[in-house]
């Protein structure tokens, strides 16, 4: 079965970087559009990058885009979310999942900027 | 981007009432939208795709309905496990978005 598991969260300090990792399993990895959408402590969610399974399309919003980064390694069927120049507000619990409108997620990676 | 206006933002119903969301977006979608479930401290879980699609092992009482601008989900006969937040999704356009969520709660 389909499996997503987030890695990499912690706390940092504004104006630090993190790495987030999503480890997949059980589907054609690089056949599949990826995502990382995230949520802020008791708010609701938040679509940030995609990226296509080739990676010939990669989309940031705009409240990530210059500070955030999305690769993905086919190879070892894993996706990525380079955060550098973090915030206050980019507090938040980070899911990956598969597809633009994803059907299956990970279980989330809290990150904490303060 | 494209606004969508999820409406109500909470409600409080009993068991076995019949439930109704709605979703609105700011411009046309076509069918390109998603419903999701979330409880507390968990993933969402995707309910319905393309609008009116029912994810596979999600109960028969959860459906959806609509195109182009206006969208609902429907819960026919609510039960003790509904109780969440319910999100809309549309990936229509770039950058996909979220409604702000309708909370259900206990009556």
């Known amino acids: 079965q389909v499996q997503l598991v987030e890695s990499g969260g912690g706390l940092v300090k504004p104006g630090g970087s993190l790495r987030l990792s999503c480890a997949a399993s059980g589907f054609s990895f690089s056949d599949y559009y990826m995502s990382w959408i995230r949520q802020a402590p008791g708010k609701g969610l938040e679509w940030i990058s995609g990226i296509s399974g080739s990676t010939t399309i990669i989309y940031n919003t705009d409240s990530v885009k210059g500070r955030f980064t999305i690769s993905r390694d086919n190879a070892k069927n894993s996706l990525f979310l380079q955060m550098n120049s973090l915030r206050a507000e980019d507090t938040a619990v980070y899911y990956c999942?598969?597809?633009?409108?994803?059907?299956?997620w990970g279980q989330g990676t809290l990150v904490t900027v303060s | 981007d494209i606004q969508m206006t999820q409406s109500p933002s909470s409600l409080s119903a009993s068991v076995g009432d019949r439930v109704t969301i709605t979703c609105r977006a700011s411009?046309?979608?076509?069918?390109?939208l998603g419903w999701y479930q979330q409880k507390p401290g968990k993933a969402p879980k995707r309910l319905i795709y393309a609008a009116s699609s029912l994810q596979s092992g999600v109960p028969s009482r959860f459906s959806g309905s609509g195109s182009g601008t206006e969208f609902t989900l429907t819960i026919s006969s609510l039960q003790p496990e509904d109780f969440a937040t319910y999100y809309c999704?549309?990936?229509?356009?770039?950058?996909?978005?979220f409604g702000q969520g309708t909370t259900v709660e206990i009556k």
């Open positions: 999942g598969r597809g633009v409108a994803p059907a299956e």
């Open positions: 411009q046309g979608i076509r069918n390109d």
């Open positions: 999704l549309q990936h229509n356009n770039y950058p996909p978005t």
